[in-house]
């Protein structure tokens, strides 16, 4: 089988990467799009292919969830012999489970209709929910870009650094960062009000006159990373904080969040697109290199063991 890329509309700069990585040029799509919205991909040059389709699903999600279950049925019309569905960010990971009756469980019913519309294979990186291999109906590689991410921090985390989660939730995505980083773990306590609006309660670690360096898997309107820089600077942190996530969707009133004086530096990858301008003092790690080589793996039928993210 030859092995193709196709790009949706996501962020296609990012598969662009991905192919000149892999020494080949993506194939050839076009979107068209109706007055009303409705969605029409067109592929070509499929026929007997490993086709990886790139299309992350962050804001607009609905729009772009809509335009990747179309791709893989377009894939698939085309002759695709296999189609396994890149989702860089997975929108509605957060929905994992009920907090009252009568909600739905949004993951589940993405995790489905993407294998009812027939990908055989889906590649994500650093999922919200690490339940989604459980989940989802087909084959999962949960990758990781945490030691990209430690690796582009590299020199600029300064001596005495404290790493912190900004919530319990993100305590072992601490542990790895400070394993990697060879740095101390703090954590802080939140709770969540509302969708926007978070409250962090207490600090279990020493950040005094220390360094921080704040990490989550995603930042969405930076409610939590806000609560989190007002915690540790309660307790004497130095002024200066870095701030890593793998994905940066910067939801408003984020930038004016995190454009604030003490965060000297916000580090994500582009498993989402980002600003050209941002109004924050923002630096992006491309995960190209990551997901070529998982594809690179895949498509030659070698494991994936030292890319996936920690259970």
């Known amino acids: 089988m030859t092995l193709q890329i196709v790009a949706g509309t996501a962020d296609r700069a990012l598969a662009g990467s991905i192919a000149r990585v892999l020494g080949?040029?993506?194939a050839s799509v076009v979107v068209e799009r109706f007055p009303d919205g409705e969605l029409r991909p067109v592929v070509?040059?499929?026929?007997g292919a490993d086709v990886y389709l790139v299309q992350a699903t962050g804001p607009p999600v609905n729009d772009h969830v809509m335009e990747l279950l179309l791709l893989v049925d377009a894939c698939r019309r085309a002759g695709a012999a296999r189609v396994t569905a890149v989702v860089p960010y997975f929108g509605y990971a957060r929905q994992d489970r009920r907090g009252r009756a009568g909600q739905a469980i949004g993951v589940h019913v993405v995790a489905g209709v993407l294998a009812s519309a027939g990908?055989?294979?889906?590649?994500?990186?650093d999922p919200h929910t690490a339940a989604l291999e459980a989940i989802c109906a087909v084959a999962v590689e949960m990758l990781t870009a945490v030691p990209s991410l430690a690796q582009a921090l590299g020199e600029q985390v300064p001596d005495?650094?404290?790493?912190?989660?900004?919530?319990?939730?993100?305590?072992?995505?601490?542990e790895h960062y400070g394993a990697l980083l060879s740095r101390p773990v703090a954590v802080v306590r939140k709770t969540r009000l509302s969708g926007t609006r978070v409250v962090a309660e207490e600090l279990v670690g020493d950040v005094r006159d220390r360094?921080?360096?704040i990490?989550?898997?995603?930042?969405?309107?930076?409610?939590?990373?806000e609560a989190a820089v007002e915690v540790v600077a309660g307790h004497g942190a130095a002024p200066e904080i870095i701030v890593v996530a793998t994905h940066g969707l910067f939801v408003e009133p984020a930038a004016e969040r995190l454009g604030r004086a003490t965060i000297r530096q916000v580090l994500v990858t582009d498993t989402l697109a980002q600003p050209v301008a941002p109004a924050m003092p923002l630096s992006v790690c491309s995960v190209a290199p990551l997901l070529a080589d998982a594809i690179g793996r895949l498509h030659r039928e070698e494991p994936l063991d030292d890319l996936l993210a920690r259970a």
């Open 24 to 26: 080949i040029e993506p």
């Open 44 to 47: 070509d040059g499929l026929g």
């Open 119 to 125: 990908t055989q294979r889906l590649i994500v990186v």
């Open 160 to 174: 005495g650094a404290v790493v912190v989660a900004p919530d319990l939730g993100a305590v072992k995505l601490a």
């Open 211 to 213: 360094p921080v360096v």
């Open 215 to 225: 990490v989550d898997d995603m930042i969405s309107t930076g409610g939590t990373i």
